[in-house]
């Protein structure tokens, strides 16, 4: 999920011309006590671009429950890589469809930079761009969290090109898939996204030790935002063992993030 402001406190990135409005921790603890969650990982929002200040604070007060997914400049400091570590930080974030983190061109040498650390890299995309990027995923040194189901179209079900690149990512072993947020691209849309299901069932069915979930919280970029309980009830319909269920939800993010 993400964290934004207070401003006065974070302010955001220059370049952002309408800043977002503060949804600050205090707002999602509500949501956290009211869904049962303990443990939250927060990825730094693109309005912040490299500074992670917001997010870092975030996660010292929810210590030891507390982790975070980065954007670095990819010239950092290797001191500076360690200092983000050590405060709780475990990926990259790459996202090819906002300003304000880290473009695939530079995908290659900051997965080699973060190797040492044992981070991997977070990758949201336009879906059937996939079918292009996932040799570069696949042949990268860390591991792959690839977001929101690898926002892949619905139109074609599991037989879509993005989709089986998708799959072929997760046979290597090394990929990571989350079940979040399906309003990206779902038609039939809230409250159950029906048509999202046959991925999110082929997923499971595939890796169920390799996938997430997440709740995209506050969803900025949606407008009419989702109910968080809806999507949280979702992945229960998506997931008939409960065995796997608690792998999603309990054992799979302790092993990716480091709880």
């Known amino acids: 999920m993400h964290v934004y402001g207070p401003a ?23 949501l956290r006590q009211r869904l049962g969650l ?19 604070d975030a996660i010292a007060r929810m210590a030891p429950d507390g982790r975070g997914i980065a954007v670095i400049d990819p010239a950092a400091p290797e001191a500076e890589i360690a200092r983000l ?18 473009p695939f061109d530079v995908l290659e040498p ?6 040492p ?10 879906g059937d761009g996939l079918v292009d990027l996932a040799p570069r995923l696949a042949a990268l040194p860390v591991e792959v969290v690839i977001d929101h189901m690898g926002r892949i ?13 998708l799959l072929r990512l997760l046979d290597t072993g090394r990929c990571w898939v989350k079940l ?14 029906r048509d999202c299901a046959a991925h999110a069932r082929a997923l499971i069915h595939a890796a169920p030790e390799r996938m997430l979930w997440g709740s995209n919280w506050p969803h900025p970029s949606v407008r009419e935002k989702p109910n968080d ?8 319909d998506w997931t008939d063992d409960i065995a796997a269920l608690r792998k999603i939800l309990v054992d799979n993010p302790a092993a990716l993030f480091g709880f």
């Open 8 to 30: 006065a406190r974070f302010p955001y990135a220059p370049s952002i011309k309408t800043p977002p409005p503060d949804v600050p921790l205090e707002v999602y603890l509500a």
């Open 38 to 56: 303990q443990r939250t990982v927060f990825v730094q929002p693109s309005a912040y671009g490299a500074d992670n200040a917001c997010v870092l």
């Open 85 to 102: 570590h050590a405060a709780g930080m475990r990926g990259v974030r790459f996202h090819d469809m906002v300003a304000g983190c880290l």
């Open 110 to 115: 900051v997965a080699a930079r973060i190797r």
């Open 117 to 126: 650390h044992g981070w991997h890299v977070q990758i949201q995309l336009d």
């Open 153 to 165: 179209p619905v139109d074609g079900g599991t037989e879509r090109a993005a989709f089986k690149s």
């Open 180 to 193: 979040s947020a399906p309003y990206h691209v779902s038609r039939a849309g809230p409250p159950d996204y």
């Open 229 to 236: 309980a809806d999507l949280l009830d979702i992945l229960a």
